[in-house]
């Protein structure tokens, strides 16, 4: 009971734990006290016209968190959801918003008033209304699975390759919480040393699974059976996200390896993937297995990453400072720790990462494509 405690507090108990991790553990207070990456900060003279898709959902709430947050200038706000939750409100900014039924004629009664819209209501609805939000004139950056892998669609995470970000068609793919965190912490090993295999073992949080992942636990704790997943997650891990393919590798596993591959620009590269389900709300936690094609030391990995954008070192095991999950939480930086050489193998590190699974490894990331896109349109003077 005391995890579930310790994790799914409210604010109050936050700086409770706070206060205990700080004193007992010797974690900075910087690091616990939540606070996100300074975004844009008002400095845009520009106002935008955004819209949300999948606004009522987990990622779609955390989207109108994180630009609110990060301080997008927006204009005109449109949100779209199922016929379900349609007619229904949410407050941004001050304002109450009224969620509007997805459908394409409200989409296309909309055409050249969309400058950016941010999608999470799943593949086979990005399917279908992706292009027809292009279609109205929108620039689309779609979190589900539709498009990540499509030619000519990039797929994008800004720390790591940012300039990709102005290569495609109308669709920019956000790519898997799991591989966004991943390759964070690679990237500057790969621009330093060259890579030669990576060896993923994940440890992914409920939320992943969204609201049905996240009830299964809390009601698994009470003794309840699950409704999402084939087995319960209370108490227990499940080596099983999204469904098996006929190699008896799973679909995230091989989410993992493709998208690493194409947002490094390295078809060749050897990977490998082992994901599993822990009774973490928040926070996926990745050990990572890296073999680069010349030498590094641990000291040296780790001067990189500490230079690295968007990355947080915390690696002092013999404070027993390390990258946790109820730390990431409600943070916008992949945290970093355990690095270390691998004696069973030659240029070869050990890292444990850790993020915000909804944040950087969903919203975040998307938030900060767009932020990406009005820096390089103001830039050019096209507004």
């Not at 108490?235 to 998208?259: A, C, Q, R, S």
Request: a positive charge; charged letters at 20%; one cysteine or more.
């Amino acid at each position: 009971m005391l995890i579930i405690k310790i994790i799914h507090y409210k604010s109050a108990k936050r700086k409770q734990i706070t206060k205990i991790f700080a004193a007992e553990y010797k974690y900075p207070r910087k690091l616990l006290c939540g606070g996100t990456s300074r975004g844009m900060g008002g400095d845009s003279v520009n106002r935008y016209n955004i819209a949300v898709v999948g606004a009522t959902g987990m990622v779609g709430r955390k989207f109108l968190t994180v630009l609110a947050q990060r301080k997008v200038p927006i204009d005109n706000l449109y949100l779209f959801a199922s016929a379900r939750s349609a007619g229904s409100s949410m407050d941004f900014g001050g304002k109450s918003y009224v969620v509007r039924e997805l459908t394409p004629e409200n989409v296309l009664k909309l055409s050249n008033m969309i400058d950016y819209a941010l999608f999470s209501a799943g593949a086979a609805v990005s399917k279908v209304y992706a292009p027809l939000f292009v279609e109205a004139g929108a620039t689309v950056v779609d979190n589900s699975s539709q498009w990540r892998m499509s030619e000519g669609v990039p797929l994008v995470v800004p720390e790591v390759n940012p300039e990709d970000a102005f290569c495609g068609s109308g669709i920019i793919a956000n790519p898997n919480c799991s591989t966004i965190q991943a390759v964070a912490a690679l990237a500057p090993l790969e621009r330093e040393f060259g890579i030669e295999r990576v060896v993923y073992s994940t440890y992914q949080a409920v939320s992943g699974a969204g609201m049905g992942g996240y009830n299964d636990l809390i009601d698994g704790v009470k003794g309840l059976p699950p409704r999402k997943f084939p087995h319960p997650i209370a108490y227990n891990i499940l080596p099983h996200i999204d469904v098996f393919m006929e190699d008896g590798y799973t679909k995230e596993e091989w989410k993992m390896i493709v998208e690493t591959r194409k947002i490094l620009h390295r078809p060749d590269l050897r990977v490998t993937a082992t994901t599993a389900r822990v009774p973490v709300f928040y926070g996926h936690c990745e050990s990572i297995n890296v073999q680069l094609k010349s030498p590094c030391t641990a000291q040296r990995a780790r001067q990189l990453l500490m230079d690295a954008k968007g990355v947080e070192v915390m690696d002092d095991p013999a404070s027993n400072v390390y990258p946790l999950p109820i730390l990431a939480e409600g943070r916008d930086e992949v945290f970093v720790g355990r690095i270390r050489e691998d004696l069973s193998a030659p240029n070869a590190l050990n890292m444990w990462v850790v993020a915000d699974n909804i944040r950087k490894g969903a919203a975040t990331n998307a938030v900060q494509i767009v932020e990406l896109l009005i820096s390089r349109k103001e830039a050019k003077g096209d507004v």
